[in-house]
């Protein structure tokens, strides 16, 4: 009598796991179908529901990693990052630990913390079991770079994957187009005006050449006249002010053109860019 008692109970609990398994399958099936539509708010909330009643901890990589993608495709980067983390922890081989890691690398950069990602990729590079993924720790370092506005750098790390990579060619082409403030700021303290016309602004530097030349002239003649006030007045007035301010252009027009080079690059890489991106 207690023999059958037990098999009864035993097939009880056996049908009830298997259903209770089933029925998580088909949970996991309606997440991916709304996650492959782009209803990631409620791919979200299913995955989650999916979670609480997982007990077996079958899907707990495939759910918390479709959660961090979720978040991110949502710009919602801590949570992805919360969630990618999650993944991470459950994560079943080293594939699977590199691509939560990753993820948490490329969420870094999307919200702007370049330092963060550089510093886990250094770790991930680190570790034993990842030396074979060399390529694309530089790839994601090469962006990271990028991000940070140091294209040469970025270049540098993109030729270690190939040297033709059409990000090392587009890194090294917009870190070669930028110009030099300090250049910029150099030759205006010797010409003032120059360092505007060396960025581009001609209209501007050759305003400021004049009236650095007509303010100087009017300064000396005064003084050869001796009418010391006026010399005085047009001096610290007027020229130290035209030359002062033609040494403020030069820097700012230098770091608007290096932003502008900068931005061009990044829509580029935006919007035609057909490569991997964060």
């Keep these: 009598m207690k023999t059958a008692s037990a098999l009864i109970i035993f097939c009880f609990i056996s049908v009830c796991r298997l259903r209770g398994q089933e029925y998580i399958s088909t949970q996991f099936s309606e997440a991916n179908k709304l996650f492959e539509k782009n209803r990631f708010f409620d791919a979200v909330t299913e995955y989650k529901r999916l979670l609480f009643f997982d007990s077996s901890g079958t899907y707990q990589y495939e759910a918390n990693f479709r959660i961090g993608e979720c978040y991110k495709a949502g710009s919602k980067f801590d949570d992805a990052i919360k969630y990618f983390s999650s993944a991470e922890k459950a994560a079943r081989s080293e594939g699977e630990l590199f691509e939560s890691k990753i993820q948490i690398v490329r969420s870094n950069l999307l919200r702007k913390t370049v330092d963060r990602a550089l510093e886990l990729l250094a770790m991930i590079e680190k570790e034993d079991k990842f030396r074979n993924r060399s390529e694309e720790i530089n790839y994601w370092r090469g962006w990271a770079y990028m991000l940070a506005d140091d294209w040469k750098t970025a270049a540098r790390n993109f030729a270690i994957i190939d040297y033709n990579h059409e990000l090392r060619r587009l890194a090294d082409e917009t870190d070669k187009s930028k110009v030099s403030v300090t250049f910029a700021k150099v030759i205006s303290y010797i010409l003032p005006g120059a360092g505007s016309i060396y960025t581009g602004n001609f209209l501007s530097g050759l305003m400021s050449l004049a009236w650095n030349v ?22 610290d007035l007027v020229w130290l002010r035209f030359y002062k301010g033609s040494l403020q252009n030069a820097e700012d027009f230098a770091v608007l053109k ?7 690059s990044l829509r580029y890489l935006q919007n035609e860019y057909k490569g991997l991106k964060p």
């Design 258 to 264: 290096n932003l502008e080079i900068a931005n061009k």
């Design 214 to 235: 007509a303010s100087g002239y009017w300064t000396i003649n005064a003084a050869v006249e001796n009418r010391v006030f006026d010399s005085l007045v047009v001096g």
